[in-house]
């Protein structure tokens, strides 16, 4: 007790210093010149005390390898530990193909890839590499979400925001605020309108009034939303991963599906969406706001949403369930020894479309290197190929079923090499409006909690994921 | 530009010193600035006016600095945004600190903001001036406003100064005593921040983490979990009492502080319970243990049947849901958990998550695939369902691709092997050839693990001998020659065959690894070998450093064998090698020569030249490269790593004996056996006890339990609804944490499961409610008795699984109204008890109040108003207590 009375009477005494300090500002400088000296000899151990917090520093470095941005939560890292992941990139080749844990003598790198930007981390201590990955595209969906884009000129542009940004997202290398609605209203996001008030004004971007979202028991959600028209939307889309092999079977197929919502209620709303057949999703993660034992119990979805855009759910249909394969490919690519020309024939009909139409149907073939040139003909659509990159690409629009679209035509090879091992493999993108392909399907959505009787909507999509067919 | 600007802080120096002087200050830049930046500074600080105008840098720093004295607040902003424009960039802004450090106490919220993110880069360089701005936050920490004092405490423990310890430690310790959840949160962050500063104040902060700990807010529980792992993670004894809450609380922290938690408990896990896993289990990991007392270990289990703590299942329960979250670091921490604490044969629930995990990017794919790869290696069935999931694209990047193959060798087995294969011819064909290569390496491993198929692996690896690609056919010797060594007897025809592609061949590993089949089969192929070694002799000086120390010993090994043919070649190759540039052939040869060539200096030794040369030699082992990651706790650094990264902690092994369970006791109200399955019951759905079914007592605790609190039985046994009594008592003590978190539980996933389970019936209830809507209040009320003998029935099978309970009710709910009507009369004494009941539940209520289920107010049972009792947050309650009454 005696002990903590003498510690007050101390702090007092620096209190009443400092305060004096700083009303006389100017004149002060020097005779505080003396008591500050000797306060760093005293502590001088300190500096070379390393912590363990998470993340210590965050550079942004574009595709050219300029560092564009650095942020420290900690003491300042010299730029050059980039060195140790700029030589890993030369040796990657690929952008894509960095390691994403790096080691250096005294740091850890762990580096995400996104919109050919990379977010590189630097680290001290044991931490779940996942943590940090994890963290890092969260900021990376921020910046998305802030600026429609995650790209170094909205980012250089926006310096200041993003730097406003990420002190609030992490506090001495530990996350504070991640969810975009409680970051809404600490920083808001740039519009062109408020960037010329501003100008004229001399207002900010900053958020007048304090959150509320942190500090109540719904964190995800800002307190008094108010709409004129209060709107639920809710995207069922459906990607499907595919492997078919030569033949035509399928190896390997499974579905990903997603939940987006754009919410649009006033007030506190409680929904509840149910399905009419919740037994196919295989495996299920969620928003923070939806309830895990109403799911585990009932398998409805029970949650008190985000305002706007939000992800509710992602669901998978593993590979062990019956998945339906919309179209099916007939091709044959061969490469002859003799003349050096290769041929192609490809044409796409549909196979499992539940009656829907197929469109925005793409076909893109990573050609080996040795294909110098195409002389296709396409029934239907347009084909380029890319001589630099090797990229077939042929777009073929809406998939008709009374006439199928076939490209044919020849490959010019490049003379004197031989031919390519392997035959590439197709790639498909397509689109099917109206349809989950899985069959999942929202069978109603109530909402608790408001008295206003709200519009709902739900749309379903199915694309082609990952979609490639072996040749 | 840059060094300019680096060296800013030295101008003065600058224009003192002479040029030599400068560059030795230049080339120690960044040295300079830590160690000596006070020296600078301050003269800077005195001279700053005289700054050098050469540097034109400089001077565009000279018209921020007027911007910031201006009195005009847009000015100073837009200086104040140039200014953190120049720090994101890395450039050094530290000469501007005085005229920034002016503006701390702005009233601008923006400008200020800004003048903090200027504070905490360069405070630390500019100490004394740095403490200019501490009595302005020592104000705002005194703001009637939470959120002012959250970001005072924030910057100010920010500011590495070592000087205003004692002020933050003061801070730290009235933040944690804050009403405000937020401010507390911001303490528990200081914390670190001033330990990191200064390591002595570690007893008075661990006494202000053992206070935060006890906080029940879950705002709070991540950062102040994590300040302990920081400071004190070797006092576990802090943690006893919290564990319980900390389980409980779990689902409804943010998601960080989940993962900072689950892996705090996971440690915590190791050290007070027992192993669950039984005698004879494969872990590696464990093998020491049990070797070392598996004696004593036999002795307790023939004695008694190992027995889960009930707080190990706890925090199993608990951290199940949370495989569900859309946060992949959170879903990896409770796959960890799983695999380091839950019994074998409950691990498996984790799969499915991780797997899904593999759909996200290409960053999270490669640490899940990597942690799944060490875990493919010791629990193959995990996996095998999902072998298609691993399966590889041709767009996959090329470390994704080495990793999913490595997964595919793990996981194959005789009943997939020729699935795998099949795929694996795929991949051979592969443009990425370092792809294409791993592949040949993975049928290698497959060749070997399974030897059904062998054969089929080698013959088709001899086919790929004739492939184009020279990466691809230098691979297949290599394995090749791995495989041959496990079965030589009957390959003749494959080393002919190789010996034959010899010419072709150029990559140096592969015409070693032919050079040395040759050697060591040398009486397989009597007539080729000399051929090559006569080939060999041809190109000896060109060729790499391998080659030539196995052509050396392809020679040595036929002169022993055939010494007739090869004693010349032999000879003129020594000779070659005599003279190599490389010491290593020139000592080798040496050697050879001594050991083959008997002469007189050569002793005894060249007699055992043939035994030594030609002995049998094992078999290379082809295994994992994950092998030996299990050393390390899933999910780390260091795990992903394979190396022991800085600040990592080893997980423990388990105790033998299990250290005291009832330190973990808050209050002993009641034994603790009975204690704990209540309160995990209370968070527990159903659906779990049919999972678990280990347990036996605690099973039928549960279930008697879930009849008594759960379902509105009026009939229920009465030892159900002492365990009812019991679990109001427990929940009534919890429920003053936890409502005094203003109903913080309110997210509503950590509900108690008699509630999910009336929701259940509530559900049905408003459905059938919508269809009879006419209906008043009392109808519902006959439903609801309506549903007492069901519910009787459903508790006297309490060991029935959740399926069959929600069948049975189900029929009751098909059952037409008109027997419901008839059993009105009868049920009149039921609902006597019923409200007797209805105290306990609502209580139970008040423990987790949730705005969950608030259902459509229209039509009501008896139990969903005292269900909806305890609801604190939403109006609706209101409305329902108004219903009640009218």
Redesign the interface.
Known sequence: MNQSQGFFKDIQISCLVVGWLLSNTASIILSFRVWGGQSMTDSAPSWFFYSAEMIHSLFLINHLGDIFLEKHWKSVISRSVCDYFFEAREKAVDPENVPPVLQTPHHYLISIYRGKLFFLSVIQTEVPPLFVIEFLHRVADTFQDYFGECSESVITDNLVIVYELLEEMLDNGFPLATESNVLKEMIRPPNILRSVVNTLTGGSNVGETLPQGQLSNIPWRRAGVKYANNEAYFDVTEEIDAIVDKSGTTVSAEIQGVIEACVKLSGMPDLTMSFMNPRLLDDVSFHPCVRFRRWESERVLSFIPPDGNFTLMTYHISSQNLVAIPVYVKQSINFFEAGSCGRLDITIGPKQTMGKTVEDLKVTIHMPKAVLNANLTATQGNYTYDCTTKMLVWDIGKLNPQKLPNLRGSLSMQTGVPNPEENPSLNIDLKIQQLAISGLKVSRLDMYGEKYKPFKGVKYVTKAGKFQVRT | MDCSSMDAGFSSLRSEAAGAMRTVLVSAE?LQL?LKP?LSQ?EQ??THTNSSPKDSHKAGNEDLKEMLESS???LK?EAM?RI??L????KSASELF?AVV?NVASK????K??V??YLV?YA?EQ???A??????F?RALKDP????RASAL?VL??I?????V??M??AIKEAAADL???VRK?SA?AI??L?????DQKEQLIEVIEKLLKDKST?VAG?VV?AF??VCPDRIDLIHKNYRKLCNLL?DV???GQ?VII?MLTRYARTQFTSPWMEGAEFDENKAFYDSDSEEKKDQTEAKPYVMDPDHRLLLRNTK?LL??????V???VAQLYWHLAPKHEVSIVT??L??LL?S????Q???LQNIATMSIQRKGMFE??I??F?V???D???IKTLKLEILTNLANEANISTILR?FQ?YV???DKAFAAATIQAIGRCATNISEVTDTCLNGLVLLLS???EAVVAESIVVIKKLLQTQPTQHGDIIKHMAKLFDNVTVPMARASILWLMGEYCEKVPKIAPDVLRKMAKTFTAEEDIVKLQTVNLAAKLYLTNSKQTKLLTQYILNLGKYDQNYDIRDRTRFIRQLIVPNEKSGALSKYARRMLLAPKPAPVLESAFKDRDRYQL????H??N?K?????ELPDWPAVAPDQSVRNVEIVEPLREWAPIVGKTKQ????DKFYSDDEDEKEEEGSDSSGSGSEDSSSSSSSEESGSESEEESSEDSEKTSS???????????S?SE??S??KK?KKTKKAQQKKSKPTADSDSDENGNGPVGQASSSSSESS?DSESDSESDSESDSPAPKKKTEVKAKPKVAVNSKKEVSLLDLDDFSPA??????PSVLSQSLLSDLEGLS????SSAVQQEKKS
């Open positions: 960044n830590t006070e301050e600080s005195l005009k607040e847009s902003l945004k953190v424009g720090i994101a960039k890395g005085p002016k601008n919220i923006e400008l903001k800004l903090y993110v880069r630390e100490q004394d001036l403490l200019l701005s501490i009595s302005t020592q406003n939470q959120f002012i924030r423990s920010s590495r100064v070592p000087i205003i004692p002020i430690m003061l405000s959840p937020y911001t962050h670190q921040k330990y990191s500063l200064d390591p705002l950062s994590m792992e920081e689902v943010e998601e960080w993962v892996s849901p569900q979250s859309r946060n992949t670091a879903v990896m921490a499915k998550s797997v899904r759909r990017h290409r960053e999270v490669y640490i899940v369902p999902f298609k999931s399966y694209r041709s767009t990047a090329t470390h795929e795929t064909k592969s443009q492939n184009r690609d999910g780390t650094l260091s992903s790593l190396l990264a800085t600040g990592y902690q759905p159903k659906s779990d978190d203003s109903g913080k539980s309110s997210s509503g996933s950590e509900k499961s999910s389970e929701d259940q559900k959740s705005p969950t289920n608030a259902p459509k947050l939403s109006n609706i």
